[in-house]
Every structure is written in structure tokens, then in C-alpha cells.
């Protein structure tokens, strides 16, 4: 079974930064792009950022461009994001979401993040 | 970047209608869309890829349409569990997804 199970969330103040992880089980987590989607409790989903399975290929939502930075680590089946500079319209739920040829195919439960004084 | 737009923002429905969703692209996409359900308090499940292939173990009930910038998700007999939010999305171009459709009694 896929599972996709992501930590590190909690109350920030803005201008802190925070790191995100995402453990995945289930599959052959190497052979797959990965990404993250975030949410405003009772809003829309925004993608925030992608890594291809060999970290050759990676890209970020202009929004976070230049303060996150998404990174993976195959040995550990594990996917990060180093949120830096933080600001209270980060606040959100984060997801990990596992891609497989093209498709957004499973999400994690997500991890909420607040970032406030 | 590429703009979707849903149409409605709610609909007001009863079990057993049949329910059409819309989301339009603001640049042609081709077939590159997927439609998204996310029940109160769960993360979003995959419905629908390549605007109108049903994702494994998504009932019949789930049809997608279109290509281009106009597509359509339609729920024929909506049961009591798809009461929910909808979300297109288009991956021709990164990644940008609709407002969302409410459904709701």
C-alpha cells in the first residue's frame, strides 16, 4: 500500500524558517517525481514545488521561488522542503504528492503550517 | 502561467441528479487536465487524468470530457459520499489548479 506521510509542520513566527518531510512507503519511491501542494484551510489547492525521481529535474512556484527549496533523499525514501524567510501567506496545509506519468496519483494527509507574530 | 476557471462555485444538488462541472483553460491545454475529489477533512483523490480516464476504483458514475480549454466532469447519479469539492488541473504547464466546485445539499 502507498503511504505518504508527511511531518514538521507547527507555529512559526514569520521570517523563521521550517523544514518539512515526507516519508513514502509502498513503492519505488526513486522511479518517481515528487511534489508538494499546499492548501488554505477552506481555500484552493496551489502546487508549491517538484523533484524528479533522480533530483536532475526541479522546479518551484514563483511564490516561493528563492525561499523554498525542495530536495529528496532516495536512500531514506524521504522528501523535504526547506521553507526559509517565511511569510503569514505561507500558512497552510501542505501536502506530499506522489506523480506518475504526469498524473498527481496520491497525496498524503499533509502537514499544517501557521506562520504568525 | 495557465489560468483555470471553474464553473459553478456551488451547486445545490439532490442524491440521484445528474451534475456537470466546468473548467475552462485560459490556453489551450490539450487532453492534459485531471479532475480532483476532496471530502470534508481528507486529501484530494485522483477521479479523472488525461480528462477522461477514471483513476482505479473510481465508479462509472465519473465521466470526463473535452481537450483544448473546455472540459467537463459529470457525475450521473450523484450517491450521498460525493457530496465534496472538485478540482480541475492542468499539467501541460507546470501545475495550476481551478477554484474549486462545491457540492452541496
Known amino acids: 500500500e502507498v503511504q505518504l506521510v508527511e511531518s514538521g509542520g507547527g507555529l512559526v513566527q514569520p521570517g523563521r524558517s521550517l523544514r518539512l518531510s515526507c516519508a513514502a512507503s509502498g513503492f519505488s519511491f526513486d522511479d518517481h517525481a515528487m511534489h508538494w501542494v499546499r492548501q488554505v484551510p477552506g481555500k484552493g489547492l496551489e502546487w508549491v514545488a517538484g523533484i524528479s525521481g533522480k533530483s536532475d529535474s526541479i522546479g518551484h512556484a514563483d511564490s516561493v521561488k528563492g525561499r523554498f527549496t525542495v530536495s529528496r533523499d532516495n536512500a531514506k525514501n524521504s522528501l523535504y522542503l526547506e521553507m526559509n524567510s517565511l511569510r503569514v501567506e505561507d500558512t497552510a496545509l501542505y501536502y506530499c504528492?506522489?506523480?506518475?506519468?504526469?498524473?498527481?496519483?496520491?497525496w498524503g494527509q499533509g502537514t499544517m503550517v501557521t506562520v504568525s507574530s | 502561467e495557465i489560468v483555470m476557471t471553474q464553473s459553478p462555485a456551488t451547486l445545490s444538488v439532490s442524491p440521484g441528479e445528474r451534475v456537470t462541472v466546468s473548467c475552462r483553460a485560459s490556453q489551450s491545454i490539450r487532453s492534459n487536465l485531471a479532475w480532483f475529489q476532496q471530502r470534508p477533512g481528507q486529501a484530494p483523490r485522483l477521479l479523472i487524468s488525461g480528462a477522461s480516464t477514471r483513476a482505479t476504483g473510481v465508479p462509472a458514475r465519473f465521466s470526463g470530457s473535452g481537450s483544448g480549454t473546455e472540459f467537463t466532469l459529470t457525475i450521473s447519479s450523484l450517491q450521498s459520499e460525493d457530496f465534496a469539492v472538485y478540482y480541475c488541473?492542468?499539467?501541460?504547464?507546470?501545475?495550476?489548479f481551478g477554484q474549486g466546485t462545491k457540492l452541496e445539499i
Open positions: 504528492v506522489k506523480k506518475s506519468s504526469d498524473i498527481f496519483d496520491m
Open positions: 488541473q492542468q499539467y501541460n504547464d507546470w501545475y495550476t
